[in-house]
């Protein structure tokens, strides 16, 4: 999975890899989110604010693990 450089004040880079969305944030924890759909993916690749639709739409909605 290719982790893809974003420009945010909270997330470094993001990677999916069909069901779990991986973001390796600017304080340095990467975390695995769960079960994610791509509609939701699409939606914060294309987001004018990657960290604002991360708060909005994923946080707290799917299960996650912090893997780093």
Not at 24 to 44: T, W
Not at 55 to 61: F, K, P, T, W, Y
Request: charged share 10%; glycine share 14%.
């Amino acid at each position: 999975m290719n982790m893809i450089p974003v420009s945010s004040s909270d997330i470094a880079s993001i990677g999916y890899d069909g069901s779990t969305l991986h973001f390796l944030f600017n304080s340095g924890g990467l975390y695995a989110y769960y079960n994610v759909p791509e509609s939701v993916y699409n939606g914060l690749m294309n987001a004018s604010s990657h960290g604002k639709y991360f708060h909005a739409n994923i946080r707290g909605r799917y299960g996650d693990t912090k893997i780093g």
